[in-house]
């Protein structure tokens, strides 16, 4: 909220939002070799204001009747040492000058500003978030800007030095002469001697190339009056840089226009770029950061690729243009297909905008794949970076799924969790009986590569997946196999191995020390648990837990209660492994007639350290405490 501090008739100051002042300060101390970003964000500002205008003359044409073409001009005078912008788009009213240049209205800017208060390098956040119209303040001293909503006949002055606050009053006639014809915005630029060089024409004229040659507006170097007269051509290409033809487009322009739509430092990993035609037409221009933004897993984040109709820009939130799983793409989309003259608001609804999306998914499903084939470490790169995003996916566009999972990568103990593998190279390292795709979940990857769930899958040679993110628990539920195999959790029901290795054992009969064993233990844990027997799964560990069959997975009962999709407690079956010479010694323990509480620590012992080892809280700390203590002192005397 800006503080009113003084008003005059027609003049009043006002104070800048606490989070502007801060901004502000970070700006303009900064030494910064990038100063020229402050040039690309107000063209970009002016490119806006002009798309915004072209849109809105869609409906009411009056609104450009002085002057159908739309540009921008950037002058300097040397003897006032200014540089101003003007564009004749849609302009702003005293109102949105006092909100647009007073508050930062953005969304991202408390986290922008809770980052920047500890990060090393202040700087690239900024470029990461893009500061906007404050960025005037890495060369300039004093900005003045002159506006005049499109349609309306005042004319405002708003003007700071980039400290404490701003002024804002009502332009003299001679004052409006800035303006190029009845509507706009001027910004003028009072250059400090940091900025010096946006003084020379050339210099400025290189920014204006490297920034703005994909820009769908001309940009003029001299002032409107000369341009009305005749005078000077435009600077840029000022053709959209998404309907030219690929042949026609260099590395550098398409990286150009990913900074500029971006407003990123990070270069694409990713571009695609196609014009699709069939059944429905349209340009799409798309790229896949290198980096992830800060806000990828913040619910609010929307989509942020452009819509285009035909060149007029219509929005960069339409909801459903793409998946929400696809959030981190950016770029354009230009349609031929749909109606102008429609809602913001109701084109979502349009089967058009389906379509759209349903092709674009294809495309960049398709594209990822062929990266993966042909720069691996690339793909490597983008799977750790948006891999859990995408991940989404498997759980909501059912139709995508068999693209997706060509693009899915996880760790598995092949390799002891050190590689990416996909599910065909685990398909194709499967036993030849072997019918199932096994998997375990859980909080981290040191935590699986260690569970003794997987000791026995390890030692017979057979693969396990390791599922570390939060998703892969919610997708799990709703994908059950993959080219017929069945995804089977390792850490749940009675998992028949075969066992080579003890086909000398008498299989399936308990030993009738062990049962003695079982029984003992089931009447101290009783509560605890829904079962015990003897394990297939353990070689090394004396015990674990595992869920019923039936019941929900461990792991996944832990994230679905965090996210509230459940509310019950599942009681897991405590495993116990008879080849381990505790066991056998406890064993021993029953068989000699050792009961009460003697058998009811160690039986607690044996529960509580298999809940430690998959990562879950102890029901009673204490207990566990005394009867470690007790069973330590005994071993130590
Ligand atoms: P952003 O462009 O990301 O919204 P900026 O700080 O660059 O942030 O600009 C803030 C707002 O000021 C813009 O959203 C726009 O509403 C308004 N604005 C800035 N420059 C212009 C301009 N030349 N014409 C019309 N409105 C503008
Ligand atoms: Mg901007």
């Known amino acids: 909220m800006s503080v009113k501090a003084k008003t005059s008739e027609k003049s009043e100051t006002l104070n800048f939002s606490a989070d502007v002042s801060r901004l502000l300060n970070i700006v303009a101390n900064a030494l910064y070799t990038n100063h020229d970003v402050f040039l690309r964000e107000l063209i970009s500002n002016a490119a806006d204001a002009c798309d915004r205008l072209r849109y809105d003359s869609i409906q009411n044409p009056d609104l450009i009747k002085d002057n159908p073409n739309f540009r921008i001009h950037i002058y300097k005078d040397t003897a006032t040492r200014t540089l101003t912008v003007v564009d004749n788009g849609v302009g702003m009213s005293h109102d949105e000058l006092v909100e647009n240049l007073g508050t930062i209205a953005k969304s991202g800017t408390a986290a922008l500003m809770e980052k920047m208060k500890d990060a090393k390098d202040p700087l690239k956040l900024i470029g990461q978030f893009g500061v906007g119209f404050y960025a005037s303040y890495m060369v300039a001293d004093k900005v003045t800007v002159t506006s005049r909503k499109a349609g309306s006949d005042e004319v405002w002055i708003w003007e700071s030095d980039g400290r404490t606050g701003f002024t804002v009053r009502e332009a003299a006639a001679e004052e409006?002469?800035?303006?190029?014809?009845?509507?706009?915005?001027?910004?003028?630029?009072?250059?400090?001697?940091?900025?010096?060089?946006?003084?020379?024409?050339?210099?400025?004229?290189h920014t204006i190339q490297t920034?703005?040659?994909?820009?769908?507006?001309?940009?003029?170097?001299?002032?409107?009056?000369?341009?009305?007269?005749?005078?000077?051509?435009?600077?840029?290409?000022?053709?959209?840089?998404?309907?030219?033809?690929?042949?026609?487009?260099?590395?550098?322009?398409?990286?150009?226009?990913?900074?500029?739509?971006?407003?990123?430092?990070?270069?694409?990993?990713?571009?695609?770029?196609?014009?699709?035609?069939?059944?429905?037409?349209?340009?799409?221009?798309?790229?896949?950061?290198?980096?992830?933004p800060w806000d990828l897993y913040d619910p609010g984040r929307k989509?942020?690729?452009?819509?285009?109709?035909?060149?007029?820009?219509?929005?960069?939130?339409?909801?459903?243009?793409?998946?929400?799983?696809?959030?981190?793409?950016?770029?354009?989309?230009?349609?031929?297909?749909?109606?102008?003259?429609?809602?913001?608001?109701?084109?979502?609804?349009?089967?058009?905008?389906g379509k759209i999306r349903a092709s674009v998914t294809k495309r960049i499903l398709g594209d990822l794949e062929k990266l993966s084939r042909d720069d691996p470490p690339g793909f490597i790169t983008f799977w750790g970076q948006f891999g859990a995003a995408l991940k989404e996916g498997l759980y909501d566009a059912a139709e995508h799924r068999p693209d997706l999972f060509k693009v899915c990568r996880f760790f598995s103990t092949h390799e002891n969790g050190e590689k990416h593998v996909s599910l065909d190279d685990y398909v194709s390292r499967m036993k030849p009986d072997q019918k199932d795709i096994y998997y375990i979940s859980g909080e981290s990857l040191d935590m699986l590569r260690n569970a003794p769930q997987i000791e026995g899958f390890k030692s017979r040679g057979l693969e396990v997946l390791f599922?570390?993110?939060?998703?892969?628990?919610?997708?799990?539920?709703?994908?059950?196999?993959?080219?017929?195999?069945?995804?089977?959790?390792?850490?749940?029901?009675?998992?028949?191995?075969?066992?080579?290795?003890?086909?000398?054992?008498?299989?399936?009969?308990?030993?009738?020390?062990?049962?003695?064993?079982?029984?003992?233990?089931?009447?101290?844990?009783?509560?605890?648990?829904?079962?015990?027997?003897?394990?297939?799964?353990?070689?090394?560990?004396?015990?674990?837990?595992?869920?019923?069959?039936?019941?929900?997975?461990?792991?996944?009962?832990?994230?679905?209660?965090?996210?509230?999709?459940?509310?019950?407690?599942?009681?897991?079956?405590?495993?116990?492994?008879?080849?381990?010479?505790?066991?056998k010694k406890m064993a021993a323990m029953a068989e000699g007639g050792t009961t009460g509480e003697d058998m009811k620590d160690a039986a607690f012992l044996l529960l509580d350290q298999a809940r430690i080892i998959q990562g879950q809280p102890l029901k009673n700390p204490a207990a566990f405490t005394r009867r470690m203590t007790a069973f330590m002192e005994r071993g130590l005397s």
């Open 176 to 205: 409006s002469k800035i303006l190029d014809g009845a509507r706009g915005t001027a910004v003028t630029l009072h250059i400090k001697d940091e900025g010096s060089e946006f003084l020379i024409d050339e210099k400025t004229k």
């Open 211 to 292: 920034y703005s040659d994909h820009i769908d507006v001309k940009i003029f170097q001299n002032k409107p009056e000369e341009t009305a007269a005749g005078q000077g051509k435009p600077v840029n290409s000022a053709s959209a840089i998404w309907m030219r033809p690929k042949s026609e487009v260099t590395p550098e322009q398409y990286t150009e226009f990913y900074k500029h739509i971006t407003h990123g430092f990070d270069e694409p990993l990713l571009t695609s770029h196609w014009h699709a035609e069939g059944k429905i037409e349209f340009n799409a221009l798309l790229f896949i950061p290198t980096l992830r």
């Open 303 to 353: 989509n942020a690729v452009r819509l285009y109709v035909r060149r007029v820009f219509i929005s960069d939130s339409i909801d459903g243009l793409v998946y929400p799983w696809l959030r981190f793409v950016r770029g354009v989309i230009d349609s031929q297909d749909l109606p102008l003259n429609i809602s913001r608001e109701s084109l979502q609804f349009n089967p058009v905008i």
């Open 467 to 583: 599922f570390t993110d939060t998703i892969d628990d919610f997708w799990l539920q709703q994908v059950h196999d993959y080219q017929g195999k069945k995804f089977k959790s390792v850490t749940k029901g009675d998992i028949e191995l075969s066992a080579p290795e003890e086909k000398d054992k008498k299989k399936d009969s308990v030993p009738a020390e062990h049962e003695r064993l079982i029984k003992e233990l089931k009447i101290h844990l009783g509560d605890e648990i829904n079962d015990i027997r003897i394990s297939r799964r353990l070689t090394d560990s004396p015990v674990c837990l595992v869920a019923p069959e039936g019941g929900v997975d461990m792991h996944m009962e832990r994230v679905l209660k965090i996210h509230q999709k459940y509310q019950g407690e599942t009681r897991p079956v405590l495993e116990i492994n008879p080849g381990h010479s505790l066991i």
